[in-house]
């Protein structure tokens, strides 16, 4: 079950960028610029990130529910390859459709070669935090549309 949850995860991420890098008649202009999936491999548990270049929100798509133990949060981080980590917000761990806001600073993350990271941190912990103090679980590069 596992193993079909991540393959349908990375299909539909790919099916998100196929294409050649020159704009071809029928090539919608609206799709993602940007797209990860995070995947926990002891639950087969995924998310489908994506993100239209000059937005300020990102969407992301839980595949399922992830439990969390009380008193904890999940936590989404942008870190650009030479850089520090740039906190986006609470993570869904419940099944559907989010969204989450992405600031300035996400943004240019998003720019650059980049990874998402997830961490669980403490309820009570501030939400502003400068990097992650708790358990980091997933980190997933950023794909970055090209053409």
Not at 68 to 94: F, H, I, Q, S
Not at 110 to 128: H, I
Not at 135 to 143: D, E, G, R, V
Request: hydrophobic fraction near 45%; proline fraction near 7%.
């Amino acid at each position: 079950m596992a193993l079909v949850a991540s393959v349908a995860a990375l299909v539909m991420a790919a099916l998100l960028f196929t294409g050649s890098t020159e704009r071809q008649p029928g090539v919608d202009a609206a799709a993602p610029a940007y797209a990860s999936v995070v995947y926990d491999e002891p639950t087969g548990m995924s998310w489908l990130v994506t993100a239209h270049a000059g937005t300020d929100k990102m969407s992301v798509v839980a595949m399922g529910d992830y439990d969390v133990p009380e008193g904890k949060v999940l936590r989404a981080w942008l870190k650009p390859e030479n850089g520090e980590p740039v906190l986006l917000g609470k993570w869904p761990n419940t099944h559907g459709d989010h969204e989450m806001d992405v600031s300035d600073a996400a943004a240019e993350c998003m720019n650059r070669p980049a990874k998402l990271m997830v961490s669980m941190e403490d309820a009570g912990a501030a939400s502003k935090a400068s990097s992650p103090s708790g358990k980091l679980m997933w980190t997933s590069p950023i794909a970055r549309r090209t053409g």
